[in-house]
Each structure stands twice: as structure tokens, then as C-alpha cells.
């Protein structure tokens, strides 16, 4: 029968689901394992973590798991066309949103005030790993957070079907992967009184959802959300409260819903040609579902 687990993990509401109720305990105790590995090589918010120190010392050797997720990232901001970057650290700790890399935000004494820098939409191209060493441009910071979760959404799901041999679905906050044959059905709502959707998950597939509802901080008199556009460095529009996406694995769905958040109005035709279900909830509340979701009721 299958059995399930909450908990909490990168400070995100987590689930994880087994059909085979056997295996439940040691699953989590695997996957548990795992995101504190991962926590421990990408995480921002940690000075004690591989990238923090990495950061302080303006790159050099990367295990495997930093070199992995890094290079997922790059490939998505590829993908994205630059919507979906992993170099904006700074701007987000600038604007409130967790640390500097020195743990402070303040302008050094004798620094310019104005200085010329690429913008994000464009720095993680000068982002490089060769053989394992990993190149920052000056005055960037690595945020993992947009694909990091999916990824190991991802990885978590493939290794627990492969060790425990049981269908298996891994919830990272808002990021979910499943492998294994059978389907899952799935609820889909951001806040308690957003519009709301059950869907039947393909397995193997996975689902992600962005929204500019929560992680959300004031500056002054400004509300912020955590997403931003590169090409500003501020919190993008809210054209969209939340945006849901399939695909077939969770760095892909995850990649969709921030990119379509970043492009408000502009996601729609690009989403149509990328293919993926998508459901999406307007600032107002309205609800737009494209490229067949839910597909008699399966996605």
C-alpha cells in the first residue's frame, strides 16, 4: 500500500510518497540524507556550505554534486534564453532577500558608488567549470535556489525507485518528481484561497510550481517576492500569482513556471511551443490552462 512522509527541508514544506509501504522508512532516511548533502554544497543562506566558501574565495575546485547542480543551472539559463539565471545573488541579497557572500550588504568604504557590471540576464555566461574548478566574474553571486530543489527532486526520485524498487514521488516545496510506473493524482494550490486543481500525474513525470505569493519580504514601503527578472534585477511583474507546469522531469517543469513568471504576457506564446501542460493564475485570480491541461485529466 503506499505510505507517506512529511517534513521540512530548505525550509519548504516536503512530502514524500512510496507505493511499497515497506520501504518508507528507509527512503526517507535516504533522501533526508541527501538534501542535507545538497544543502550543505549550494546552500546561500549557509557561510559553511561548498559555494558559500567558494564565493569567498572567488572560485576554485567543486566536488562532483556542486559541479552537477552548477551545470544544471547553466543549462537552464540557456534554455530559459537568460530568464532563469543562476547569478543573482547579489541583487537579491541587495534588495533583503538573504546574505551577501561576506555577510553584509553595505558599500565597502572607498568603493564607487557606481560601478559597470553585467547584468544577470547575461553574467552566467562568464560562469565557467572546467575539470572541476569553478570560474566567477567579478562581483557575481551564485543563487542556486531555482533549480537546485528540482534537481534534486529529480536525482531523489531516480535513486529511490532504482535502490527500493517501489513508484516513488518526492515533493521539494513547490517542486515534485515521480518515477516508477504508476500515476499519482495531485493537488495543485498555491495560498488557501487561490484558485485550486487535481490532476492525474503520469509516472515519471513531474510538475513545479512558481509564484510571487510567497517568500515574500517588505523593503521600506516596497513588497518584494523572490522571483526577479534578470534584465532588471527586480521582482519580476506579478502578472501571474503562481504558475504550474509538467513536463517530464522537474528541472524542466521548474524552469518553465520561473521563466513564465519573469515573462508575464510574453510566457503564453512561449510555453505553447515548448509544449508543456501549463496552468496559470493571474494577479486577479483568473485561470489560464493551455497546451492541453488537464489532458483527460492526465498530464
Known sequence: MPASADFEAFT??????????????????????FL????????????DSELSRLQREGGGHASPLLVSLVQAALVVAERSEGDV?????????????????????????????ITERVLPGESWRQVRIDDGALTLPPGVTLDLGATAKAWAADRAARDIRERFATSV???????????????????VQDLPDDPSTQVRLSGGWAMATSSTQKRRWSSGSLELHHIL????????????????????????????STAAVV????ALPWLRRLGYPSWLVRDGGEVLAINGWPARDRV
Open 12 to 33: 519548504c514544506a516536503c512530502r514524500l510518497v512510496v507505493a511499497d509501504e515497506d520501504v518508507l522508512e528507509p527512503a526517507l532516511l535516504y533522501l533526508q540524507s
Open 36 to 47: 542535507a548533502r545538497i544543502d550543505e554544497a549550494c546552500s546561500r543562506f549557509r557561510p
Open 85 to 113: 539565471t543562476p547569478t543573482l545573488g547579489s541583487q537579491l541579497a541587495v534588495l533583503g532577500y538573504g546574505p551577501s557572500p561576506d555577510g553584509s550588504t553595505r558599500t565597502a568604504p572607498g568603493e564607487p558608488l
Open 169 to 187: 514521488l518526492v515533493s521539494l516545496g513547490g517542486d515534485l518528481a515521480t518515477a516508477g510506473p504508476d500515476a499519482w493524482e495531485v493537488f
Open 229 to 256: 527578472d534578470p534584465r532588471t534585477s527586480l521582482p519580476a511583474e506579478p502578472v501571474w500569482r503562481s504558475a504550474t507546469v509538467a513536463a517530464p522531469d522537474c528541472v524542466s517543469a521548474n524552469m518553465a
Open 263 to 266: 515573462r508575464g504576457e510574453r
